[in-house]
Each structure stands twice: as C-alpha cells, then as structure tokens.
C-alpha cells in the first residue's frame, strides 16, 4: 500500500518562508506523480493552490510555489501571513486512476 | 461560474448503503473536459480520495474502497452520485464532491461545501 507523507506539523515566522514536503514511504516522488497541493482552513472546502508538481491554481498568489526538491514534492511560501494557518495536503498520482492523499500539515504562522 | 452541491442523509444506519449526490450548476457534465470527484474527510483528519467519474461513465476507485463503492452520473440531471456499501463508523466523514479538469492533473478546481455523514444505529 501507498504511504504519502507529509510534516505533521510546521511553524514559520510572519514574512518568512517554509517549504512543505510530500514524500513516499518507499521510493522517490518525480513529476510522474503530478504532486499537487491543497490549502484547508477550518470548516471549509480545499482549495487546489498547486497541481502537477509547479503550476498554479488560479488566483493563487505567487508567493506559492511547488517543486521537487530531492526526492520529494515541495511546497513553498514565501512572505509567510497569518492567514496561511492552516492545514496544507499533497496528493499524487500513481497510477491506473489512483491518487492518494497524504496526511497533512499544520502549518503555524508565529 | 460552476458551482457544486453535495445532497443526501446525513445519518446512515451500519450496514446500510450510504448515497449521496452532487448536483452540478453553471456548466454541464456532458460537455466533457472535467472529471467529477469523490472525497471525504473523517473527523479531524486527512482526505481520502474516494473515486470520479466522466461524463461517459469511465470510473476510477480507491482500491481501498472498490468493493463498496460505486460512482455514477446522470447527465440529464447534471448530477454525479456516490454509493457506498455496508458502511461501518469508520465512513462518518465529511464527504465533497469536486471537478478536475481533464488535463490538469490533481487541479480540483471547484469543489462542493461538504456534507456530513455519520454512520450510527
């Protein structure tokens, strides 16, 4: 079975910057997996801010970036602002229709 | 602008079949171009992707929950459903529908509010 796997937890500083990641539990995550990225505050709907791997979702701010840094899916904010609390999910693609989300992160702006 | 609302029971008895419908406004799923999705949330934690569906009928299933899943789509209703078998508590979730263009893989671009379902005698 695949495990995606993410921080279950950050902390970054107002303005500052944090890159998330999304890994596998076994193998290393390429642009073949479409990495995609998806901001949920609490009570409401995700919101897709990156899809396969770099680019993204309408309306996203630039200060919103995704990439592969290693062997791993990463996203990025830069100029870190409150309202980027929240919870950020990966999801990849592997394969004959199948994606799998991973489990999360919490992000904190403090 | 499309937008999509989730419908159905929001208390399911255990064993019994959990049904739901996403009913589809400001756009047409015949028009093709758009996979139609299924997610849910258990409480206070992460997504599961449950399955989609295009407007042809082709599905795609977690196969964590093949077995009791089944999506559908009624073009002349516009709207896309969810059936899930023999349901336990373990499927208490929060359950949205999403769309995902055909060719921007991982883009859901509009999704529903969610709706809660909980599975309880």
């Known amino acids: 079975q695949t495990v995606v796997t993410q921080e279950p937890s950050f902390s970054v500083s107002p303005g500052g910057t944090v890159t998330l990641t999304c890994g596998l539990s076994s193998g290393s995550v390429s642009t073949s997996y479409y990495p995609s990225w998806y901001q949920q505050t609490p009570g409401q709907a995700p919101r897709t801010l990156i899809y396969s791997t770099n680019t993204r979702s309408s309306g996203v701010p630039d200060r919103f970036s995704g990439s592969i840094l290693g062997n791993k899916a990463a996203l990025t904010i830069t100029g870190a602002q409150a309202d980027d609390e929240c919870d950020y999910y990966c999801v990849l693609y592997i394969g004959s229709g199948v994606w799998v989300f991973g489990g999360g992160t919490k992000l904190t702006v403090l | 602008q499309v937008q999509l609302q989730e419908s159905g029971p929001g208390l399911v008895k255990p064993s019994q079949t959990l049904s739901l419908t996403c009913t589809v406004s400001g756009g047409s799923i015949s028009s093709g171009g758009y996979y139609w999705s299924w997610i849910r949330q258990h409480p206070g934690k992460g997504l599961e992707w449950i399955g989609y569906?295009?407007?042809?009928?082709?599905?795609y299933y977690n196969p964590s929950l093949k077995s009791r899943v089944t999506i559908s789509v009624d073009t002349s209703k516009n709207q896309f459903s969810l059936k899930l078998g023999s349901v336990t508590a373990a499927d208490t979730a929060v359950y949205y529908c999403a769309r995902n263009p055909l060719h921007d893989y991982g883009d859901l671009d509009v999704w529903g509010q969610g709706t809660t379902v909980t599975v309880s005698s």
């Open positions: 569906i295009y407007y042809s009928g082709t599905t």
